[in-house]
Structures are given as C-alpha cells and as structure tokens.
C-alpha cells in the first residue's frame, strides 16, 4: 500500500448524479433503439416467413410469429421493456384540454397563502378605514402630535409678534431721545 495515501476504494471518489431529463432521454432513446430493432426483426421475419411460406404453404406461419415474440421478450431484453410502475409519465396536453379541464385543486400550502394574503388585504382596509386597535392608537398619537405642533406654532407666532412689538417700542423710543436731543442742543 503506498504510504500517506488514501486508499482504494469507494471513499475519494466524486459522486455524479444522473438528472431526471438526462434520465428521460436516456429511456427514450432506448424505446427508438428496441422499436427498430422489433422492426428489422419482423422485417427479417417476414422475409423468411416469405421464404417459408413458399416451401410450406400457410402451415408454420402462426408458430413462428408465437416464437419470434417469445424470443424477443426472453432473457434481459423482457426485463428492460418493463417500465417502473411507481415512476407516472407526464402526459402532454394541448392547449385547449388545459383550459376546458376544471380548476386545479390546490395544496394545503398554496390555499394557506392564498387565505393570509387575503387576511392581509382584509386587515389593511380596516386599518385605513381606522377599525383596528392599532389604526386608532396611530390616530390617536397623530392626535396629539398635531395639538403640541399647533401649540408651538402659536408660541412661535406669540414670540414673534413679541420680537416685533419690542423692536417697534425700541425704535420708537430711539426716535423720541433722538428728537429730545435736538430740542435741548
């Protein structure tokens, strides 16, 4: 054995994995290659049949086909046409079939979607129209929020107005010293 390496064997080996079109393909190919193969048999059988039929007039002609299909289906061949009964082959549909079938009948997991994404539509509109707990906590907030921002507002307009009226005095009282001041010089 070499040292330090690994050893023979199925453990280093990189799995591969065979896709189910891959898969398909595959099977198909094998039914296009076992149908001409059943069609140069019957070809060739019916060549000899010919043949046979020409030295034995219409005696062996049913035998032959019996044995022809016996030997076809013995040994691995019979094995290889049998197809998996638990793997269901899709079946393609047209166009029309499809839209005159009825409706599908959904799974447990796309009809629960369905319902929450409808509880959801439900529950926004009665939040917009202010029906749920938490659309009047949100107005109720709102409320009060809009009562302190009047409040500062007239506060505002109130120091305002006060700024004015003191400037106006100051100004006033700045033109009377300054016209007293010419009266007594």
């Known amino acids: 054995m070499p040292k330090g390496g690994k050893k023979g064997g ?4 990189v799995r591969t994995y065979t896709s189910p079109e891959e898969i398909d393909a595959q099977m198909k190919a094998e039914k296009e290659r076992k149908r001409q193969e059943q069609e140069e048999e019957e070809q060739e059988g ?8 020409e030295k034995l007039p219409a005696s062996g002609s049913e035998d032959s086909d019996d044995e022809n299909s016996q030997r ?5 061949e019979g094995l290889i046409e049998i197809e998996n009964p638990n793997r269901v082959a899709q079946k ?6 499809i839209e005159l079938d009825e409706p599908k009948q959904l799974s447990r997991r796309e009809r629960e979607e369905i319902e929450k994404q409808k509880a959801k539509e439900r529950y926004m509109k009665m939040h917009l129209a202010g029906k749920t707990d938490q659309a009047k906590a949100d107005l109720a907030r709102l409320a009060i929020i809009r009562k302190q921002r009047e409040e500062a507002a007239k506060k505002k307009e ?3 107005k006060g700024k ?4 106006q005095i100051m100004s006033d009282l700045s033109r009377s010293s300054c016209g007293s001041k010419h009266i007594i010089t």
């Open 72 to 76: 076809r289906r013995a040994g691995v």
């Open 46 to 53: 019916a060549a000899q049949n010919d043949t046979a039929e």
């Open 10 to 13: 199925h453990k280093g080996r």
């Open 158 to 160: 109130e120091e305002k």
């Open 92 to 97: 393609s549909k047209k166009v029309t079939q």
């Open 164 to 167: 004015h009226l003191e400037l």
